[in-house]
């Protein structure tokens, strides 16, 4: 589904990935891992068509993502509602004045009749048990309750693809283990999941596989997630544990 | 449980939309950051001549500019400033006649009823003034970092606190902008469709932003009392000279020359 080939980007000439190969198959669920200033955080900006490779190419099932394609505006927002992107900071991904309107943003776009809406919204309130929040407005909310309602907001979309950057950032254990649960179900409906952690305690079970990139911007190990948990002498060399 | 629909794969074609405001929201973002980021043109240039010094030439020349009624001195700047915009990159040339020329040219319309009453030279003067006025604060401020222009006014006795505002100003544009940006591409990620209300999206962006600079505030304003502000601020003031500043020094002598010889 996801076909990165060669791929390489920089910022204003500083190298932020470097010659990255990355296959994701439909429904499988994959841990991007590396330290701070990998690129993990670019890497899945790429695959959400937010920044384009300067070498390379990726392929999102069977059509090459580049300006040029993203520029037909129809082709980037079916793209963009095939892949869903949660945002480090959740602040940033929410800017409508109540939780309803956010989470019904996606599904109005879509054109879909507004009983439907209703429908789409009430299920990821109760899905992410937010239903209290539903007319509260998104910036006074805490930390936990910011990112249920951004999860809640591409959920409603419904995405093939989810790709959330560091989902258990700041968050406190509760609220990391019911995260965990969603993504669960969300795996268990044979959606793909790309996520970036560094947090390996909350994530248990989640992923079948595991990326490594390195602080070069490489991919230095693309295995089965155990086995690279429990390598500990390769996650401590790779300034991971 | 995930609801049924969630499940399924979702059929849908998006609908043709006009999203031509946040794509140009998004470039003109990203155009601001990629100056205010790059990685300088100090490294760049082929003599590395002191921040201070160049805004002080750049000064001087202004300020010999507007007191100078000699037609011969106010060419004299005009060649000087057109020999020293030859000796930078293509790209910078540009930069500065994109600013310095539509400025002339306004000037130029603006003090036309002169011309049409027969007075050429002055309207000629006042534009080829501004004309080098411009061009040269221009060149100064494509030349050199945001951290240099600010090291330089400190050179120059600016106040530290109004160097503070200034900085402080800067690096907030940049975290806002960011931060502008991230709520840009999200709304983007998520107008999969036709938005009926777009403006309600964007003033939500622009709600938000208020709000967090708002916070921003806030925070930097109790971390300043946590360190122990008193509205008082001292940097240290670095002045490195090099052989190099020789040559704005240099040029401001015969600037100056030229100015006398001119008024005699």
Same mark, same amino acid.
């Given at each position: 589904m996801i076909d990165l080939r060669g791929v390489s980007c920089s910022y204003d000439g500083i190298e932020a990935l470097s010659g990255i190969n990355l296959r994701v198959r439909r429904g499988e669920s994959v841990a991007v891992i590396g330290p701070n200033g990998s690129g993990k955080s670019t890497l899945l900006k790429l695959i959400n068509g937010i920044i384009l490779p300067d070498t390379g190419s990726y392929t999102f099932d069977g059509d090459e993502i580049t300006g040029r394609r993203l520029r037909d505006a129809t082709f980037a927002k079916r793209f963009h509602q095939r892949v869903g992107f949660l945002f480090q900071n959740a602040d940033a991904q929410l800017f409508c004045s109540v939780v309803h309107d956010e989470i019904a943003f996606g599904p109005r776009q879509m054109g879909l009749d507004e009983a439907i809406v209703e429908v789409r919204v009430l299920d990821c309130l109760k899905l992410l048990q937010i239903?209290? @929040? %539903? @007319? %509260?407005?998104?910036? %006074? @909310?805490?930390e936990g309750e910011k990112r249920k309602v951004a999860i809640a907001s591409i959920l409603s979309l419904n995405p093939d693809v989810l790709v959330l950057d560091e989902p258990m950032n700041g968050l406190d254990p509760k609220t990391k283990r019911f995260i965990r649960e969603v993504m669960l179900s969300f795996i268990a409906a044979g959606k793909t999941l790309l996520c970036s952690t560094q947090d390996f305690t909350y994530v248990e079970g989640l992923f079948v596989r595991g990326v490594v990139i390195s602080a070069d911007h490489v991919v230095v190990r693309d295995d089965e997630y155990q086995s690279i948990l429990a390598d500990h002498e390769f996650l401590g060399h790779c300034n991971i544990v | 449980m995930i609801p049924e629909w969630l499940a399924r794969n979702e059929q849908y074609t998006p609908r043709s939309d006009r999203d031509a405001f946040v794509d140009k929201s998004i470039v003109s973002i990203l155009g601001l950051f990629s100056r205010f980021r790059s990685p300088g043109p100090r490294g760049r240039e082929k003599l590395n001549i002191n921040a201070g010094v160049k805004l002080a030439s750049a000064l001087l020349l202004i300020l010999l500019l507007s007191l100078s009624h000699s037609p011969l001195f106010v060419v004299f700047a005009g060649a000087l400033m057109l020999a020293l915009l030859s000796l930078h990159r293509g790209e910078l040339i540009l930069r500065v006649l994109r600013v310095g020329l539509p400025v002339a040219a306004f000037t130029f319309v603006m003090l036309l009823p002169f011309v049409v009453r027969g007075n050429f030279s002055g309207p000629l003067m006042m534009t080829t003034k501004v004309f080098v006025s411009v061009s040269a604060v221009k060149l100064f401020a494509s030349t050199e970092e945001w951290e240099s222009i600010s090291g330089a006014l400190r050179a120059l006795f600016v106040p530290q606190l109004f160097i503070l505002v200034l900085d402080i100003t800067i690096k907030y544009l940049l975290l806002l902008g960011e931060y502008s940006l991230r709520m840009l591409y999200a709304l983007k990620l998520r107008s999969v469709g036709r938005n009926r209300n777009k403006t309600a999206s964007l003033s939500g962006i622009a709600g938000i932003l208020f709000l967090q600079s708002r916070e921003m505030a806030q925070d930097m304003y109790a971390a300043m009392e946590c360190r122990c502000f008193t509205g008082r601020y001292r940097a240290r003031r670095v002045a490195k000279f090099s052989p190099a500043d020789l040559v704005p020094l240099m040029i401001d002598a015969l600037l100056l020359l030229v100015f006398f010889m001119a008024r005699t």
């Open positions: 239903e209290h @929040l %539903r @007319l %509260r407005a998104p910036y %006074r @909310l805490s | -």
